[in-house]
């Protein structure tokens, strides 16, 4: 789902900063992630479910270094390149749009 692109309702609001709010966690995750394993950041050249085994063996990795408070490791400017992500909503190119204003109709208006 995305934001909208002119809120008008409480409603809207509530929803869209819901959104930006979850997406942003998010997204300072997968920087985490990523800065543990530098792989997820570059183009894996390896077959489709090699690239998913790796994915789900970097997962458990890093779960297994969160729960041992092991650090994550220092900066390599090698690999740093972060993604500026952008806070701006898209347009709906797909079929969501119901499920978002049901999601908004149904959820977000019972929380004012």
Same mark, same amino acid.
């Given at each position: &789902?995305?934001?909208?692109?002119?809120?008008?309702t409480?409603?809207?609001?509530?929803?869209?900063?819901?959104?930006?709010?979850?997406?942003?966690?998010?997204?300072?995750?997968y920087?985490?992630?990523?800065r543990?394993?530098p792989?997820?950041?570059?183009? &894996?050249?390896?077959?489709? !479910?090699?690239? !998913?085994?790796?994915?789900?063996?970097?997962?458990?990795?890093?779960?297994?270094?969160?729960q &041992?408070?092991?650090?994550?490791?220092?900066?390599?400017?090698?690999?740093?390149?972060?993604?500026?992500?952008?806070?701006?909503?898209v347009p709906?190119?797909?079929?969501?749009?119901?499920?978002?204003?049901?999601?908004?109709?149904?959820?977000?208006?019972?929380?004012?």
């Amino acid at each position: &789902m995305t934001p909208l692109l002119n809120p008008i309702t409480p409603e809207e609001m509530l929803y869209n900063e819901s959104h930006i709010r979850t997406r942003n966690v998010v997204e300072r995750s997968y920087g985490i992630w990523k800065r543990r394993f530098p792989i997820l950041k570059l183009e &894996m050249r390896v077959k489709l !479910q090699t690239a !998913q085994t790796i994915i789900v063996a970097t997962g458990v990795l890093h779960n297994i270094a969160l729960q &041992m408070a092991d650090d994550l490791p220092e900066d390599n400017e090698e690999y740093i390149n972060e993604i500026e992500v952008d806070n701006a909503a898209v347009p709906i190119a797909n079929n969501n749009g119901n499920v978002r204003e049901n999601l908004i109709r149904d959820y977000f208006s019972t929380l004012l």
